[in-house]
């Protein structure tokens, strides 16, 4: 059972930046696709981004923070990381990391098996 904590969300002006950490629990994380996804209130689940296991050189983004959101990994550390620049108030959500073994990136949440707890991002305008 793969257990996903992130952190560093908050709030924030519009045109601000943060930079949220999901950590995992999984001794074998580079083994593991990551995704980011974010709901806001009143909305489902929406894919924001996410990196292939291992290498982690294929990354994929939602075109709505293509060029201002960027993700990364650490397999040291077991982690994956979402910056965020350029926020809008239209990117205020519960933001998760998911997780899903050894496949490529996908964009559904349907395809991920394990999920974080969320941490809430605001923008405000």
């Known amino acids: 059972q793969v257990q996903l904590v992130e952190s560093g969300g908050g709030l924030v002006q519009a045109g601000g930046s943060l930079r949220l950490s999901c950590a995992a629990s999984?001794?074998?994380?580079?083994?593991?696709?990551m995704g980011w996804f974010r709901q806001a209130t009143g909305k489902e689940r929406e894919f924001v981004a996410a990196?292939?296991?291992?290498?982690?050189?294929?990354?994929h983004y939602a075109d709505s923070v293509k060029g201002r959101f960027t993700i990364s990994r650490d397999n040291a550390k077991n982690g994956v990381y979402l910056q965020m620049n350029s926020l809008k108030p239209e990117d205020t959500a519960v933001y998760y990391c998911?997780?899903?073994?050894?496949?490529?990136?996908?964009?559904?949440?349907?395809?991920?098996?394990?999920w974080g707890q969320g941490t809430q991002v605001t923008v405000s305008s």
């Open positions: 998911a997780a899903v073994y050894r496949t490529i990136v996908r964009v559904s949440p349907e395809s991920y098996d394990y």
């Open positions: 990196i292939d296991y291992w290498t982690g050189d294929t990354t």
């Open positions: 999984e001794p074998t994380f580079s083994t593991y696709t």
